[in-house]
């Protein structure tokens, strides 16, 4: 059974989603750069530790690879449907992030800005977050192999150390022996015991979250196939967590309905059972896809007859469940018409026509059986008479009880059939057909 992804989840985003996500949020981020790096150079007097000189080069790194970054929004958003894995586009994200955080880093100075160590540790949580353990090693070993170079460059001054910021600021302590200094050292084992932290947590919640969505698959597939077997309406009670309607019996005013195939035996002895197979699958399809229409509760599948009731699990009104049912009786009846036409093109000799009988009454419904098997079916003497109606009735025929007459007989065209004393009653029932 498909299922969409869950947007908050990106454990279920295809792979180009992730990309999409990462080189969105640098967009975003060179965006902001781009807009306090503008409001230092035109307001120098309000951040003057910043480096003046440098912001001009500042500004052009970003703002190149804010470009190459939103070509790489742009392609990852054309691929977002595609749910194959893209290790080119997982790596060129990958790289393109990298490449942020090694410039940042240096551009603030891995010891002497706390924004430094907050870039390491925000790029470590979002690639773990979208990407696996063995694609974000490829972050962590360029960028630690680029910060320790840039750092060791720095100490035999061959570039110069936090340049985003005035040397004053920038250096620690005015000498170049300062960036070695024991202080940094444990700057660096805490920045690496925080980054080691966060990829336990991260990847502790990533197994949790595959293990329930693994469990939340089997689970869509386990109500799939649930729903197959039982009523869509016990499903859905079920899934709710309303095991108390299903377990107790009630007395209610229930429409009953009773459909089956007249003359079905004698057909299955006349066509192959392949047809029959075909024609058989394609009734009970159609007869249960009106049903669901309908919202209508179906009990069982009796070889060719079907069982049907409306006012449980799930009740409105006696009306409104008597219309439904009739009304789902004729779109039934004309829906036969339909594949009749179509079995007969297909060279069925003998295609099928049904009896449909439905009668309203008091009727006790709940879950009957042993302790290990439980079937939710009602029972008693108006549920008996329904499936009386139905066999009174010939094929093609929708017969109503007076009960169910009296419901619908204002919005349903019906005319009266007479009256009949059905085996097991010593009352007489009158009877109405249905005009459609």
């Known amino acids: 059974m498909h299922r969409e992804p869950a947007l908050n989840n ?4 295809t792979p180009a989603v992730r990309c999409l996500a990462a080189s969105g949020i640098n967009v975003v981020f060179a965006l902001l750069y781009l807009a306090v790096y503008a409001y230092a150079y035109g307001y120098p007097s309000a951040n003057p530790e910043i480096n003046q000189t440098f912001l001009p080069t500042a500004a052009w790194v970003v703002g190149v690879t804010g470009l190459g970054m939103s070509m790489l929004a742009l392609f990852s958003y054309w691929q977002r449907q595609n749910t194959q ?7 060129a994200t990958i790289f393109l992030c990298t490449w942020v955080v090694i410039f940042s880093t240096y551009f603030y100075g891995l010891f002497s800005h706390l924004y430094a160590g907050v870039a390491i540790v925000a790029a470590w949580v979002v690639g773990l977050t979208l990407f696996s353990a063995r694609e974000m ?17 720095a100490y035999f001054s061959l570039i110069p150390y936090a340049p985003f910021f005035e040397p004053e600021v920038g ?36 197994q ?29 009670e079920v899934r709710l967590g309303n095991y108390a309607a299903l377990e107790h019996h009630d007395r209610r005013k229930l429409t009953l309905f009773f459909s089956d195939i007249q003359g ?22 159609e007869m249960t896809a009106i049903a669901h229409r309908f919202d209508a509760t179906i009990d069982k599948f009796v070889g060719d007859a079907i069982m049907i009731f409306f006012g449980a699990p ?88 007076q009960s169910t007459w009296a419901l619908v007989h204002d919005e349903i065209a019906c005319v009266p059939r007479g009256e009949v004393v059905f085996q097991g009653s010593h009352e007489a029932v009158q009877i109405f057909e249905v005009c459609f």
């Open 85 to 91: 894995k893209s290790p080119a586009l997982t790596y």
């Open 314 to 401: 799930q009740c409105t009104n006696d009306r409104d469940q008597a219309l439904r049912a009739v009304r789902m009786g004729i779109d039934m009846q004309l829906s036969m018409h339909r594949l009749r036409q179509k079995w007969e093109q297909a060279g069925i000799a003998h295609p099928f026509h049904i009896r449909i009988g439905i009668n309203t009454g008091q009727a006790s419904v709940g879950a009957f059986g042993s302790q290990r098997r439980l079937e939710y079916t009602a029972i008693g003497r108006q549920v008996n008479l329904a499936a009386r109606i139905q066999a009174h009735c010939t094929p093609d025929q929708v017969l109503l009880s």
């Open 171 to 206: 250096v620690v302590a005015s000498s170049r022996a300062a960036l070695l200094r024991p202080m940094n050292a444990l700057t660096l084992l805490l920045l690496g015991v925080v980054l080691w932290i966060v990829y336990f947590i991260v990847a502790r919640w990533k």
């Open 137 to 153: 090693l490829v972050n962590l070993v360029l960028t630690t192999v680029c910060n320790t170079g840039c750092v060791l460059l």
């Open 10 to 13: 990106p454990l279920t985003w």
């Open 208 to 236: 949790r979250e595959s293990e329930l969505l693994a469990a939340g698959e089997d689970l869509t597939q386990a109500n799939d196939i649930i729903s197959r077997y039982v009523a869509f309406q016990l499903a859905q």
């Open 264 to 285: 079905f035996s004698n057909t299955a002895d006349s066509i192959e059972p392949e047809d029959l197979s075909l024609l058989l699958n394609d009734y009970l399809s």
